[in-house]
């Protein structure tokens, strides 16, 4: 391949676990004893306000201590050889801290909040939310993360990116959130795809390249076994 060619990276909770950050379905899925499906989602906001925006901003301290991992600066180095796109489920912004300069958030930011009534109305997310901290159409603010049962915005534009890709390269998700899990189907008949994951629970197949491994070590074998220079 060589600077024409376009690589598409899909990447998840996985990705990031080596730089300390807990994915959400190897753990318990609970946060103080509250479900995350709960906390993450539009009426556990409006029922607990304080309790969702602790979370997140809990959530926030971890990430801002996180640094970028070998994978991320892996994708990162791409960008001088091919055409990387990177699309992440990924809140945190360690694929931009790595130096990804054309990535999509289909599930939100962590370091944005926003207006409750107009999500267009947008601002950096710095240090901890409270109830009483309003937007400038008085709303409360409130992360810019999409939560369980709101749309993704994005996604009509992630499969147009996926659609031109001639490497898919997945790491680190389980694929079982929807609709950002069926992104695969987007992707080209003649396109090689390669998924990168712990516990994958997909065999090789054809153009499916199956890499049971950590995504650091993932990743080095794919640029240093599978890219060409
Ligand atoms: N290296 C590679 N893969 C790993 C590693 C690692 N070090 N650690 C865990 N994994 C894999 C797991 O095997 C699993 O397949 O990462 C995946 C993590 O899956 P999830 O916890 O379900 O995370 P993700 O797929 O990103 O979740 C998708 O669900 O909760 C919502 O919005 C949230 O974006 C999130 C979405």
Redesign the pocket.
Known sequence: MNQKHHIVFF?????S??SGI??????N?LWHNHK??DI?SKDGFEKNPQVVLDFYNQRREVVEKAQPNL?HNLIASLEDRYKVSVI????DDLHERAGSSNVMH??GELNKCRSSKNSHLIYPYTGSLKVGDLAEDGSQLRPH??W?GEEVVEIEKAIEITQTADLFII???????QP??SLLLSVPVDAQTVY??????VEDGINLLVLK??????MKQLVEDYLPY
Do not use: C, W, Y
Request: glycine share 12%.
């Open positions: 990447t998840g909770a996985g990705i676990q080596e807990e994915t959400f379905r190897d753990t899925g995350v499906e993450a994978a992440t489920q990924n809140v289909l599930h993360i999409v369980f790491i680190g998700t389980s694929m079982v959130v950002a899990g990168i994951d712990l516990n994958p629970d491994e950590k995504a650091t070590v993932g």
